[in-house]
């Protein structure tokens, strides 16, 4: 201590201090004037300001080493550059006993290495700043360079190499040493090691000064050891820096905790606890700039950030309460849908398309009783003075319908033409890739410019009966679309008329205006039982199946350009104009068609016209075995005459059938024999009382309406238009195909 005291002393006999300087001259003290008392008053002043401190050092060393023994060692490194008689004494031999006994008080810091001094050992693992040009704020530690380097000075003070784990002893001879084996790395980009180029430097100057293979080889194993050692003493390092940084974000985790408590507890003693619990993603309180400070919450803290908090609160109150309100409308929608649920009934049979529920609660009257605010009550009274204006709503209703049918011609219109303009270019570039393509005959169909049907107007082309609707949804039986899906209609599959590849589609449903307006997948969507969605609104759901009421929309729909062109055929083989004829003009025809692709011949004879035995049906169910049988193929039909007619109705009557070549038909068709004259059932019946309810089910045979109608309402006996109805949409069942003869062109091959 003794030794101590008189270091101490030196050090204060070599202090040099700086002449003080002042703008004025000290006065007198006899001198009565009051200017001059102001001058040394003020002058004082200043002293005793700029010496607050400066009787430190007049203190003996044991009670300064006292005071700084409860120093952290960070705390005593930056009190070491504060001034120069505070760093004249840190960093002094004589105080290491002070940074040791700081340094033994951080928990889990590893030892200060061999060859670093115990302020450069807390430089190195607290101060936070770059090593080469200072810049704070580097946090990592290269704690195998024993250096704290910036990104940018990476570039240049790091070099990275690939480096092998074992090196011969004998190569000491030559001057192409890995001398980088010899130093402590990191860990690089692709397995490469990243040193410290004045390191690397160093070592081989000490290296190639060396005289003789075995001094060379000591100084290998020497640096071995060493980098083997500080390697080690890395990885402790690391273990505690990171431990070091969990604490930090423990304990900053903490503080957020305790300031947002704080501010939940302020908010709710000025009544926003409600409006708390109310806050939903992707708002969020404690993710509020202010309020997730690692910061102690005082009263002047609160003081000055009350304003915000204050202003997001009140924000935060007006969305629960617009959420409540909205949930209040979607409460109150079962009201309006069970007033115009009479309504409809009132007006059975269907004969035009009426809207769902979800849709008239979109009706401009009836969503600004849906929105009156929350206290007023809403019950199926409420709409009784909307009834009388529902016919000029439906009406317009009905004409949006429309609006979105002809948007789907203009968009599969100029869908098809960049389809057609993609095959040119392809034609002009790679013609033998293009002469295979197999739907470049279906665009050939989009009206040019200059042909009769591109000067109709769209509403005059959704009715004719060319224009064929499918629909995405229903075609294919699988999966969980909603309707929406933009997957093509057809599936690989073995054909009868395109190999093994030809394009079948699973199911063919050719849909028609006006009826497709009425086609249920326009207002329900499926939805999967993984679905994790938020839990629809009572006036959307149905009990019965696995889908949801959805407003109408004609998304699900497109346009079928080979079933178009099949009709097209059709009609014109039925005498009617493409230009003008629609699905009820081809309806009254009553007509019957034969599928010459279908044609077997009976006998080879000798005539150029041979009878032959193919299938025959209505128009509609031609459609569809076009679209199944011989979609990738032309269209081939023979319109049936009058007397063809009645031969195939009544073969249909008696279900008398030629067994002569039943079984090589079959074949021909790649169709079992036996669902030849299988009936098609009527699922076209709905039930009264269900409708517009959860409890609703999808159009179906009548037998099976009946016996829900039985089960369910307890009616034994029921009446047509009061108890069930036929769906709007239903098409009434063709007879099944029959087998007809009829005599065509005699073939080359016979």
């Known amino acids: 201590m003794e030794a101590e005291s008189s270091t101490m002393g030196a050090l204060r006999q070599t202090r040099a201090y700086k002449k003080r300087k002042s703008d004025a001259t000290i006065a007198d003290p006899e001198d009565d004037n009051d200017d001059s008392k102001e001058i040394v008053r003020k002058s004082a002043k200043k002293r005793r300001i700029a010496g607050r401190l400066a009787g430190l050092m007049d203190l003996p060393i044991d009670i300064l080493f006292e005071i700084f023994g409860h120093l952290k060692p960070f705390d005593l490194l930056r009190l070491s550059r504060m001034t120069k008689e505070f760093r004249r004494l840190l960093m002094h031999k004589s105080s290491v006993s002070v940074w040791k006994a700081a340094l033994e008080r951080i928990p889990g810091l590893p030892p200060c290495p061999p060859g670093i001094s115990e302020p450069a050992w807390v430089n190195l693992a607290f101060d936070p700043h770059c090593h080469f040009c200072f810049t704070t704020g580097v946090r990592p530690v290269e704690w195998a360079l024993r250096v704290r380097i910036c990104t940018k000075c990476a570039k240049d003070q790091i070099t990275e190499v690939y480096m092998p784990d074992v090196v011969i002893d004998e190569r000491v001879d030559t001057d192409n040493y890995p001398f980088e084996s010899l130093l402590p790395y990191r860990l690089g980009k692709r397995g490469r090691r990243g040193v410290l180029i004045t390191e690397l430097q160093k070592v081989k100057q000490q290296y190639k000064a060396l005289k003789g293979k075995d001094a060379r080889l000591a100084f290998i194993r020497e640096r071995r050891m060493l980098k083997s050692e500080i390697q080690k003493h890395a990885l402790l390092c690391s273990a505690w820096a990171r431990n070091q940084n969990f604490d930090r974000s423990h304990e900053l985790q903490q503080l957020k905790d305790e300031r947002r408590h704080a501010v939940i507890a302020r908010l709710n003693a000025l009544g926003y606890a409600e409006d708390i619990a109310g806050i939903r993603y992707p708002d969020a309180l404690e993710d509020h700039a202010l309020v997730k400070k690692p910061q102690k919450l005082t009263d002047r803290i609160w003081a000055n950030i009350k304003g915000p908090i204050i202003d997001f609160m009140e924000e935060m109150r007006t969305k629960r309460l617009a959420r409540e309100h909205a949930q209040l409308v979607l409460e109150r929608k079962p009201s309006a849908v069970a007033a115009f649920r009479d309504y409809k009934n009132s007006r059975l049979p269907v004969t035009d398309v009426m809207p769902q529920g979800l849709d008239v609660c979109d009706f401009p009257p009836v969503k600004a009783i849906l929105e009156q605010p929350s206290d007023v009550t809403i019950d199926k009274d409420s709409f009784a003075d909307i009834i009388p204006l529902l016919p000029e709503l439906i009406a317009e209703w009905r004409v949006s319908l429309d609006d979105q049918l002809t948007g789907v011609i203009k968009f599969e219109d100029r869908l ?277 309810t959860p409890a609703e089910i999808d159009p179906s045979e009548f037998d099976v309406v009946k016996t829900h109608l039985a089960e369910k309402h307890d009616i034994q006996d029921p009446e047509e238009n009061r108890d069930y109805y036929k769906d709007y949409a239903a098409v009434a069942p063709s007879p099944p195909r029959c087998k007809v003869l009829i005599k065509l062109d005699k073939p080359k091959t016979y």
């Open 416 to 692: 098809a033409r960049i389809r057609r303009n993609e095959m040119l270019i392809a034609s002009m570039f790679a013609p033998s890739w293009a002469e295979y393509d197999d739907y470049d005959d279906v665009y050939d169909d989009v009206p040019s410019p200059q042909s009769p049907l591109a000067e109709m107007t769209l509403s005059d082309r959704l009715k004719l009966a060319t224009t064929v609707f499918s629909c995405k949804a229903c075609t294919h039986n699988d999966g969980y679309d909603d309707g929406d899906s933009s997957e093509s209609l057809y599936e690989y599959g073995l054909g009868s008329d395109g190999g093994y590849f030809s394009f079948h589609p699973v199911r063919v449903y050719p849909l028609f205006y006006p009826k497709v307006r009425g086609h249920r997948c326009l207002t329900r969507c499926k939805q999967p039982p993984w679905s994790w969605g938020p839990v629809p609104e009572p006036a959307r759901k149905l009990d019965n199946t696995q889908k949801l009421r959805r407003k109408w929309t004609a998304r699900p729909l497109k346009i079928d350009r080979r079933l178009s062109a099949c009709v097209e055929a059709l009609v014109t083989e039925a005498g009617l104009d493409p230009l003008s004829a629609t699905a009820d003009d081809m309806d009254a025809l009553d007509v019957w068609f034969a599928c010459v692709h279908c044609a077997f011949p009976l006998n080879s004879g000798k005539k150029n016209k041979i009878p032959f035995e193919t299938f025959a049906f209505k128009w509609r169910d031609a459609v569809e075995h076009q679209g199944i049988r011989h979609l990738r193929t032309d269209n081939q039909w023979k319109k049936l005459t009058a007397e063809g007619i009645e031969l195939a109705r009544q073969e249909y009557e008696t279900n008398t059938l030629s067994s002569r070549h039943n079984d090589a038909l079959s074949k021909f068709t790649d169709e079992p024999a036996a669902e030849d004259n299988a009936d098609k059932p009527d699922k076209s019946w709905l039930c009264v009382h269900c409708r517009d």
